[in-house]
């Protein structure tokens, strides 16, 4: 009986996770694509607020720590505060439509609303934790990342195009984009509620415990570390690169969405359920590695590729390994971490994504600047072949498991 119970948990999550994966990848084409050509194409606003359009997903992360923290305290469920969050999101959103042409509103509505996006990424960790069972979990979240996937590549190709029919008026955008931000709370309010093991009392940094007392989960820290520094300086500058005039490309609306939202999106749809189900089966550090070498081939290719063919192989490799490393950043930690506290070992984790996505955001601009993008790429590359370097000795232990 048990069984046919749980099964009708994880059935109903993923029912309704495959319902969310719509708007949710509707609202990934913002950081992925418009909100930086807005900003740079229509807009033409200055380096800082540029990189303050990068780093707020990264400051939302960043902070996500003390987010679980509250939400441990206070006894509200995962659903609830994620919930909220993204009706913070969608306020923002809706305040850069409100305002067309307001360089200053919209830039704070854009960074509140990655801001207040990206604080519950631990919290759906502990989601995916309690309500997808476990042999099957990687198989299950892959899927729904084919239909982010799909909806973020459709959008990011038809959003491009009717972009490039109304000239500079973007507010119709971000009212889709409001919508969508408040249909994620509509269908994670209806799953079942999920908690994180409560405290009598708020200890904002105690999850930083865990890095002390496990040593592999601090390594991998600190791998991951280096492999985001040097994958996000990258993705810093993709958007950037081929719109700005000055690194000699200067492309339009419709030419930007099909080389940095459509064609990596498309790859990502071909892969993503291959990788769901390796995760499954393959041992961990070794596929951490591989999947870090399609990260490395494709930025490689695409700021040492001069046309626009290369321009696009290097999104697609790039694409496929952001599948691949979808499904490990999201799920890593169900892995390595005891069940009750997959929230806390999160947290700690989004916490330095947090802190290197700040750090890229406003490193990449200035790397560019005086060094020039390729030789940005050559650098990105370097710390995440650094990464896969000090993973070896992890890859060689487990090699027969």
Same mark, same amino acid.
């Given at each position: =009986? ?13 029912? /309704? *996770? ?13 950081? !992925? ?5 807005? $900003? ?25 720590? #003390? ?6 305290? =206070?006894?509200? %469920?995962? +659903? ?8 913070? !999101? $969608? ?21 509140? $609303? ?19 069972? *476990? ?7 892959? %899927? ?12 990011? #190709? ?21 919508? @969508? ?10 799953? *079942? ?12 940094? %105690? ?6 007392? *496990? ?15 040097? +994958?996000?300086? @990258? ?11 000055? &690194?000699?490309f200067g492309f339009g609306a419709e030419k930007v969405s099909m080389v940095t939202t459509t064609v990596p999106m498309l790859a990502f749809i071909l892969s993503v359920i291959v990788w769901g189900v390796i995760y499954d089966r393959v041992e961990f550090y070794r596929l951490r590695v591989i999947v870090n070498l399609f990260f490395i081939a494709g930025v490689l290719v695409y700021y040492l590729s001069p046309g626009y063919l290369g321009l696009c192989i290097g999104m697609a490799l790039h694409g ?5 490393? +979808?499904? /490990? ?15 806390? &070992?999160? !947290?700690?984790?989004? @916490? #330095? ?28 590359? !370097? /710390?995440?072949?650094? %990464? ?14």
């Amino acid at each position: =009986m048990t069984e046919v119970v749980e099964k009708k948990v994880w059935q109903k999550t993923f029912g /309704l *996770d495959l319902l969310r994966a719509v708007p949710m990848g509707i609202v990934e084409t913002v950081g !992925s694509t418009f909100a930086m050509f807005v $900003a740079v194409g229509i807009l033409e606003v200055g380096t800082l607020s540029k990189s303050a359009i990068i780093g707020g997903p990264a400051l939302g992360l960043l902070i996500s720590l #003390f987010s679980v923290a509250m939400v441990r305290r =206070m006894g509200m %469920s995962v +659903n609830v505060a994620s919930a909220l969050g993204w009706g913070v !999101s $969608a306020a923002s959103f809706a305040a850069a439509a409100l305002f067309p042409h307001q360089a200053g509103i919209y830039v704070f509505g854009i960074v509140l $609303a990655a801001l207040t996006h990206t604080l519950a990424s631990p919290l759906q960790s502990q989601i995916y934790r309690q309500l997808y069972p *476990d042999k099957i979990r990687g198989k299950l979240f892959s %899927s729904v990342g084919f239909v982010r996937a799909g909806a973020a590549a459709l959008f990011g #190709f038809y959003g491009g195009r009717w972009l490039v029919a109304q000239g500079v008026d973007y507010s119709g955008l971000f009212w889709v984009f409001a919508g @969508c931000s408040l249909l994620k709370a509509v269908f994670t309010l209806c799953m *079942d509620r999920v908690y994180l093991r409560k405290t009598g009392k708020l200890s904002l940094l %105690s999850a930083f415990e865990h890095l002390r007392d *496990d040593a592999p989960f601090r390594k991998l820290i600190l791998t991951w570390m280096l492999l985001g520094l040097g +994958n996000l300086i @990258c993705m810093a500058l993709f958007v950037e690169y081929i719109t700005n005039p000055l &690194y000699g490309f200067g492309f339009g609306a419709e030419k930007v969405s099909m080389v940095t939202t459509t064609v990596p999106m498309l790859a990502f749809i071909l892969s993503v359920i291959v990788w769901g189900v390796i995760y499954d089966r393959v041992e961990f550090y070794r596929l951490r590695v591989i999947v870090n070498l399609f990260f490395i081939a494709g930025v490689l290719v695409y700021y040492l590729s001069p046309g626009y063919l290369g321009l696009c192989i290097g999104m697609a490799l790039h694409g496929m390994g952001k599948a691949g490393g +979808n499904v /490990l950043w999201s799920l890593w930690v169900t892995k390595f971490a005891p069940a009750d506290r997959v929230g806390e &070992y999160m !947290s700690v984790h989004t @916490c #330095f994504t947090g802190i290197r996505g700040v750090i890229s955001a406003f490193a990449a601009f200035q790397i560019a600047l005086i060094l020039g993008p390729t030789a940005l790429g050559i650098i990105g590359g !370097s /710390l995440m072949l650094l %990464s896969s370097c000090l993973l070896i000795p992890e890859v060689r232990a487990n090699w027969g498991k």
